[in-house]
Nanobody
């Protein structure tokens, strides 16, 4: 599967953005998905994950209650709705896919994710 993230941009603190992850390939529904981010000079960190069936989701504490992950297997797409953005959310955001047999498994660490998109820049000004 190939992934392409988009939707990033410059937004003021308190604003919202919706990131998209478009996938190619016929087996999109067999992958658990995740969003990660990397700020300048920092390590990549987990943001949110969703299972194959959308029955399971998991969020990093830093964004819980502000971000929502979703997917539509029929459209080969996933999204990350980001509300109440803060300057510390500034980073390059990546979507990733992990092959998974279980329909409700999610992963909050990078190792299982085999495929990664190219990243989209999110900048939140104060």
């Amino acid at each position: 599967v190939q992934l392409q993230a988009s939707g990033g941009g410059l937004v003021q603190s308190g604003g919202s953005l919706r990131l998209s992850c478009a996938a190619t390939g016929r087996t999109f529904s067999t992958y658990a998905l995740g969003w990660f981010r990397q700020a300048p000079g920092k390590e990549r960190e987990f943001v949110a994950a969703i299972s194959r069936s959308s029955g399971g989701t998991y969020y990093a504490n830093s964004i819980k209650g502000r971000f929502t992950i979703s997917r539509d297997n029929a459209k080969n797409a996933a999204w990350l709705q980001m509300n109440s953005l803060k300057p510390e959310d500034t980073a390059v955001y990546y979507c990733a896919a992990a092959p998974e047999y279980s329909s409700n498994t999610v992963y909050s660490f990078g190792t299982p994710y085999r495929y990664w998109g190219q990243g989209t820049q999110v900048t939140v000004s104060s």
